[in-house]
């Protein structure tokens, strides 16, 4: 009876361990992105150094492969964008609009758009993601290129 115990112990500690182990040797691709990132501009030159924006933006992605964008203005804060977003590989995630106040004239929501992306850290451990893409315009027409600084909102590191 001990000896079957102890078997059957040992069989399910081996077996914990082995999953365990798988999945710290296969992270979920969108555990990098989870947490909530505040929107920093480019400077004019181009460098990832911070400046203050006029309105604070926050992006929230979440474990279950949502993301919501908020924007915080002097009248109060409103939800800019949501949807779900899955990384394909280590340069490109699919960001799919589910709603969307940011362009009134011309209808994000509904589609998926291909986000390039790059993971970036000062020299103060700051953590910080550069996204870019292009958005279509009304019947596919017109593009805008976009690129833009997010750091990671933990403790700004001075």
């Known amino acids: 009876m001990t000896r079957k115990l102890l078997q059957c112990t040992l069989t399910t500690l081996v077996f914990f361990f082995a999953v365990n182990i798988a999945n710290a040797q296969n992270p979920n691709k969108n555990d990098q992105f989870i947490g909530t990132w505040e929107f920093v ?3 004019p030159n181009d460098t990832a150094k911070r400046t203050t924006p006029f309105f604070t933006t926050l992006k929230f992605f979440s474990t279950d492969s949502s993301c919501t964008q908020v924007r915080v203005t002097e009248k109060g804060a409103y939800v800019q964008q949501k949807g779900k977003f899955s990384v394909i590989d280590h340069e490109y995630f699919n ?8 362009n009134k004239e011309v209808k994000l929501e509904g589609k998926t758009y291909k986000v390039k992306y790059e993971f970036k850290a000062d020299d103060r451990g700051n953590k910080y993601v550069i996204l870019q893409g292009v958005l279509e315009g009304q019947n596919g027409l ?13 403790v700004i590191k001075q």
Do not use: G, Q
């Open 41 to 43: 501009k480019y400077p």
């Open 95 to 102: 960001d799919i609009l589910l709603s969307s106040t940011t």
């Open 142 to 154: 017109e593009r805008y290129s976009w690129k833009e600084l997010w750091r990671k909102v933990e």
